[in-house]
């Protein structure tokens, strides 16, 4: 399969897509005035604690408090005694952690999202190209994407060797490299790592390196803690280019082509010093065509705005996202097949599945995903079509979990969220409907102006009313809903005046008494 991944580099932003067979899979954007907070590590202090959700309020220094969970906290905290550390985090009442004004290291699981804060955790974790360290913990951990068994016995000792407090490198024939701690580091340093999937068949050499790296990095962290004051910024996480280089970028990827002279280079020294083999592959793109309209992306970034996803069948999925979850309704529209109803259902559910595991990506959804599959009857066919979206989810780089069919024919499955999805990343609410998808019609909007005059007219009988509306209104004011006018003016006993407001939008009207 060739997988390419294109970077799109302006003052602005930076956008980064990942390509599959020339299909567009992932998105994603990062503009210089509102840069993600994944990752970033703050000095926060507590504002409000509640127990009767066992959570905190941690100010971080931005607009909105963001949000500590009990079961986020470091088991190993200081203010813990011996009987609360044996115990689970999520047993311990937070009030007993945590106080008001308290100060407290935090690092960032989830973006601000919608009218929420971030989520945040004290168990702080770096990553690199092919580990994460996890300071102060014993964990020494394999990514479950390693199938390999020998493999992952293999990372497991690299590991353990690695994480002997006299760890040694060997960095030559007779060079030997001996990890010492910064001065003022952190107590418990060393801490564990975890193996990341792209470090499959890596060399123990580079390893310990990465080892190495991670823990002066974290010492060097620790040590700002100490020395910066509360709601401030410790540790910022590496930009959008970068984090593309350390997490995405794996042995299928066949080019990486970035269309910045500046970000290539430092794209290429970057790789240099942790991907030296992936240096052949970067490319710096100097075409006059815009390096996303290569493939299509600009277009297919556009239908992925829109509510409906046409199959190439004929079929079409509906999307609809909401505050906490997302549904997804398969229809098949214009396919009429060519045997039965139901194996045009099936093969109608069998090309939605890869569909729907494409727009997860695309879209970045997350959290609650709701499937409704047309109705199949034989039930092996839809333990296939299940299959079939397990088999493609597999390729998403967010954790995603599949349930059962339900007994409505529903597929549930959830989908790490950790960043807006694409949608709420380039599009706000609409401010006529207000974010609702649709707007009152013109004779909605008409009998509420009616009503209102007669509201009026009983509450001040003074002055004749003078209507301010959009042209479409007015317009159906003055023909269609011309009778009605005449007989509320009747009623009321006195002339009704309408006047065009150009720039108010359908639903927008003012009913003034002159």
Request: proline share 4%; glycine share 6%.
């Given at each position: 399969m060739s997988e390419e991944i294109l970077i799109n580099v302006t003052p602005q932003e930076t956008r980064v897509a990942i390509v599959e067979n020339g299909v567009l899979q992932e998105?994603?954007?990062?503009?210089?005035?509102?840069?993600?907070?994944?990752?970033?590590?703050?000095n926060g202090r507590v504002s409000r604690v509640l127990p009767?959700?066992?959570?905190?309020?941690?100010?971080?220094?931005?607009?909105?408090?963001?949000?500590?969970?009990?079961?986020?906290?470091?088991?190993?905290?200081?203010?813990?005694?011996?009987?609360?550390?044996s115990a689970p985090t999520n047993t311990v009442a937070i009030e007993s952690l945590l106080r008001e004004g308290q100060e407290i290291l935090v690092q960032v699981l989830k973006d601000p999202i919608g009218t929420k804060g971030a989520r945040l955790t004290t168990r702080v974790s770096?990553?690199?190209?092919?580990?994460?360290?996890?300071?102060?913990?014993?964990?020494?951990?394999?990514?479950?994407?390693?199938?390999?068994?020998?493999?992952?016995?293999?990372l497991r000792g690299i590991l353990q060797s690695g994480n002997e407090a006299e760890m040694k490198l060997a960095a030559g024939a007779?060079?030997?490299?001996?990890?010492?701690?910064?001065?003022?580091?952190?107590?418990?340093?060393?801490?564990?790592?975890?193996?990341?999937?792209?470090?499959?068949?890596?060399?123990?050499?580079?390893?310990?390196?990465?080892?190495?790296?991670?823990?002066?990095?974290?010492?060097?962290i620790y040590k700002?803690?100490?020395?910066?004051?509360?709601?401030?910024?410790?540790?910022?996480?590496?930009?959008?280019?970068?984090?593309?280089?350390?997490?995405?970028?794996?042995?299928?990827?066949?080019?990486?082509?970035?269309?910045?002279?500046?970000?290539?280079q430092k794209v290429t020294d970057f790789a240099r010093q942790f991907i030296p083999e992936f240096v052949s592959r970067i490319e710096?793109?100097?075409?006059?065509?815009?390096?996303?309209?290569?493939?299509g992306v600009?277009?297919?970034?556009?239908?992925?705005?829109?509510?409906?996803?046409?199959?190439?069948?004929?079929?079409?999925?509906?999307?609809?996202?909401?505050?906490?979850?997302?549904?997804?309704?398969?229809?098949?529209?214009?396919?009429?097949?060519?045997?039965?109803?139901?194996?045009t259902i099936f093969k109608t559910n069998l090309e939605a599945a890869q569909a729907i595991a494409r727009q997860l990506r695309l879209r970045n959804l997350g959290g609650i995903i709701i499937i409704d599959f047309i109705d199949m009857q034989?039930?092996?066919?839809?333990?296939?079509?299940?299959?079939?979206?397990?088999?493609?989810?597999?390729?998403?780089?967010?954790?995603?979990?599949?349930?059962?069919?339900?007994?409505?024919?529903?597929?549930?499955?959830?989908?790490?969220?950790?960043?807006?999805?694409?949608?709420?990343?380039?599009?706000?609410?609409?401010?006529?409907?207000?974010g609702r998808g649709t707007i009152k019609t013109k004779e909605t909007i008409c009998y509420e102006i009616f009503r209102e005059i007669l509201r009026e007219v009983r509450r001040f009988d003074t002055g004749k009313p003078l209507v301010v509306a959009a042209q479409s209104i007015v317009d159906v004011l003055l023909d269609d809903e011309s009778n009605s006018v005449a007989e509320l003016e009747e009623f009321i006993h006195r002339p009704i005046r309408i006047r065009v407001e150009p720039t108010y939008h359908q639903e927008q009207y003012d009913i003034v008494f002159l």
């Open positions: 998105v994603y954007v990062e503009r210089s005035r509102r840069q993600g907070l994944v990752g970033n590590i703050y009767g959700m066992q959570a905190a309020f941690i100010d971080i220094g931005l607009s909105r408090t963001a949000f500590l969970h009990v079961s986020d906290l470091d088991s190993g905290m200081e203010e813990m005694d011996a009987r609360e550390r770096i990553p690199s190209r092919s580990l994460v360290f996890v300071p102060g913990q014993a964990t020494l951990g394999v990514s479950q994407r390693i199938e390999d068994e020998a493999e992952r016995e293999r007779s060079n030997v490299i001996a990890l010492a701690p910064l001065p003022g580091s952190a107590p418990a340093a060393k801490g564990g790592f975890i193996v990341r999937t792209v470090a499959e068949g890596a060399a123990a050499e580079d390893l310990y390196r990465e080892m190495e790296f991670l823990q002066r990095l974290w010492d060097s700002r803690s100490k020395d910066s004051p509360a709601l401030t910024l410790v540790y910022e996480d590496l930009p959008l280019v970068m984090r593309t280089m350390r997490d995405l970028v794996r042995a299928q990827i066949e080019k990486v082509r970035i269309d910045s002279r500046e970000t290539f710096y793109y100097p075409g006059e065509r815009p390096i996303l309209d290569l493939y600009e277009d297919e970034i556009q239908k992925s705005l829109n509510r409906k996803v046409q199959l190439k069948s004929g079929g079409h999925l509906v999307l609809d996202q909401t505050e906490a979850m997302t549904t997804i309704d398969v229809n098949t529209g214009a396919f009429v097949g060519h045997r039965n109803l139901e194996e034989v039930a092996e066919h839809a333990r296939q079509v299940l299959r079939a979206l397990e088999k493609h989810v597999e390729r998403d780089h967010a954790k995603v979990t599949v349930s059962e069919l339900t007994s409505l024919g529903l597929v549930q499955l959830t989908r790490k969220r950790t960043r807006e999805s694409l949608e709420h990343t380039l599009c706000e609410p609409c401010p006529t409907c207000s």
